[in-house]
Structures are given as C-alpha cells and as structure tokens.
C-alpha cells in the first residue's frame, strides 16, 4: 500500500510536469506563430501538402532500383561503438571533471 | 530484526545497482535512433519513463528526507545533487513529452493521434543534449556510491568465486 502511495504520488509529478511542459512549450509556439516567427502547424501542413502534389506532377520516370547492399554486422558494431562511444564520451568529460579533483583533494589533505 | 533490516536495505541497494546498469545501458541504445531503429527506440523510451518511476522509488526516503531538510541543514553536496536531480527529472519529463509528440511509432500504435506543433522536433534534439550533460554530473555525484556498490555486489562476489 505504502509503494503503491509513492508510486502514485511520483506519477503524479510526471503528469504535472509533463502538463507544464506541454502548456508552457504550446504558448511559446503560439506566441512565436502569432509574431509571424514560425508557421503554424496549419501552414506547415498546407505547405509540405502543395509542396508533395508539386513533386507527385513532376516525378520522373520509376528507375529500377538498385538491391539493398548486404547488411554488414563488424561496420554495424563499428558504428555503434562510434556513436555510442561519442555518448560516453561526453558522459565522462562531468565524470573526470569532478571526481578526479576531488579525490587528489583528498588525497592531498591525507598526506598533509 | 536488525540483520533483517540490513538484509532488505542490501537486497534493495543490488536491486537499484542493477536497475541503473540498464538504465545506463537503454539509454545509450536509446540515444542512437538510426542504429537502434525507431520501434526499438520508441518503446525502450517509454518503458525507460516506468524504469525511472521505480529508480525515483527505490530514492524515496533520500528524497523524503532531502526534501524535510533543504531550507534547514542540508549539506553543500547533497544540496547540489537535489537540485541537479529536479532538473534532470525536469528534462526527463521533456524529453519524454517531446517524444511523445513526435513519436511516428509507439504513440500511433496505441491508437492515439497527436497534432504537432512546430518545435517538439528540435526540444527532444536539445533536451537529450542536455540529458547527456546531466547523466554526466548525476554520475559523477553518486561517484562513490557507484564504486563501492559495483566492489561489494559485483567485483568481491566474482573473486571469491574465482578464488574458490
């Protein structure tokens, strides 16, 4: 019952945070669509709907297309290695930051 | 009643280890779209909110406690890491509102159709930055907690079974 209690009460932040962001992020957007910064979702839709029609009268000719290249998994893990090790990275650069000072500091005031 | 205490205080620390490994883990497979594919990142992003509740869960009496204290006798560090902690949360709940709305998978797929507005594309873009950053610091906060936890559960158990 107690888990129970607390699980509802921490859902209930999420949803009041979430209607916070979706309200607060829905009037910049329309504040920003009323000062004529971004189109509307309207416009947007009307836009991207002509500009759809337009390419549809001018496709070219089907080309025959060409067989999909044969799935490599090593450049599959290289690229995830990459792109991952990219999101590592960053993690760390906080990490080493704050922690590696901190423990010289300690280290330092042990000695002395 | 006291080696019961500390028993379930333990059984609930291996829990929460294990628990931000995968969180960890999901959310590093969670931050390549294109390689992990849209379903996969779609439904591993919304079962990552349900994993979060029960992180925040398994943190309860911290923050219960934190939360008592704040304006009273709460130390520099634990300040700084509860207020990192509502702006993570902070960014959590966007990235994961702004994935909603965005969501060509998962969201359709439960029979909803949500109207987009201009911008939730570039706000889960930044948030997820700025997530990056955080799990950085939040890391590097519960540093020694983190150290003593994987040498206890993880490191001591598998020399003991290597030395046996």
Same mark, same amino acid.
Do not use: C
């Given at each position: 019952?107690?888990?129970?209690?607390r699980?509802?009460?921490?859902?209930?932040?999420?949803v009041?945070?979430?209607g916070?962001?979706?309200v %607060?992020?829905n009037?910049?957007?329309?504040?920003?669509?009323?000062?004529g910064?971004?189109?509307?979702?309207?416009?947007?839709?009307?836009?991207?709907?002509?500009?759809?029609?337009a390419s549809? %009268?001018?496709?070219?000719?089907?080309?025959?297309?060409e067989a999909?290249?044969?799935?490599?998994? &090593?450049?599959y893990?290289?690229?995830?290695i990459r792109?991952?090790?990219?999101?590592? &990275?960053?993690?760390?650069?906080?990490?080493?930051?704050i922690?590696?000072?901190?423990?010289?500091?300690?280290?330092?005031?042990k000695?002395? | 009643?006291t080696s019961?205490?500390?028993k379930?205080?333990?059984?609930?620390t291996?829990?929460?280890?294990?628990?931000?490994?995968?969180? &960890?883990i999901? &959310?590093?497979?969670?931050m390549?779209?294109?390689?992990?594919?849209?379903?996969?990142?779609?439904?591993?992003?919304?079962a990552l909110?349900f994993?979060?509740m029960?992180?925040?869960l398994?943190?309860?009496?911290?923050?219960?406690?934190?939360?008592?204290?704040?304006?009273?006798?709460?130390?520099g560090?634990?300040?700084l890491?509860?207020?990192l902690?509502?702006?993570f949360?902070?960014?959590?709940?966007?990235?994961m509102? %702004?994935?909603?709305?965005?969501?060509?998978?998962?969201?359709?797929?439960?029979?909803l159709?949500?109207?987009l507005?201009?911008?939730?594309?570039k706000?889960?873009?930044?948030?997820?930055?700025?997530?990056?950053?955080?799990?950085?610091?939040h890391?590097?906060?519960?540093?020694?907690?983190?150290? %003593?936890?994987?040498?206890?559960?993880?490191?001591?158990?598998?020399?003991?079974?290597?030395?046996?």
């Amino acid at each position: 019952m107690k888990t129970l209690t607390r699980g509802l009460i921490i859902l209930a932040v999420f949803v009041l945070l979430a209607g916070v962001v979706t309200v %607060s992020v829905n009037v910049v957007a329309g504040v920003a669509v009323s000062m004529g910064l971004i189109d509307s979702p309207e416009e947007r839709a009307a836009e991207e709907a002509a500009r759809e029609a337009a390419s549809a %009268s001018e496709a070219p000719e089907p080309v025959e297309r060409e067989a999909p290249e044969d799935f490599n998994l &090593f450049a599959y893990v290289v690229q995830w290695i990459r792109s991952t090790g990219k999101n590592v &990275f960053v993690v760390a650069i906080p990490v080493l930051a704050i922690v590696v000072p901190k423990s010289l500091m300690a280290r330092l005031r042990k000695r002395s | 009643m006291t080696s019961e205490v500390s028993k379930s205080a333990s059984s609930q620390t291996k829990v929460k280890l294990w628990m931000d490994i995968f969180i &960890f883990i999901s &959310f590093l497979v969670v931050m390549e779209p294109h390689l992990s594919d849209l379903p996969v990142h779609e439904w591993l992003g919304l079962a990552l909110t349900f994993v979060m509740m029960v992180h925040l869960l398994l943190s309860w009496d911290w923050i219960v406690q934190i939360t008592r204290r704040f304006f009273k006798t709460v130390g520099g560090q634990n300040r700084l890491n509860y207020i990192l902690n509502w702006v993570f949360l902070l960014d959590g709940v966007v990235i994961m509102m %702004s994935g909603i709305m965005i969501s060509r998978v998962a969201i359709p797929a439960l029979g909803l159709d949500l109207v987009l507005g201009p911008g939730w594309y570039k706000l889960h873009d930044l948030s997820t930055n700025v997530a990056l950053l955080l799990l950085g610091l939040h890391t590097a906060l519960h540093w020694s907690w983190i150290v %003593s936890t994987i040498n206890r559960y993880v490191f001591a158990p598998a020399l003991s079974l290597i030395k046996r």
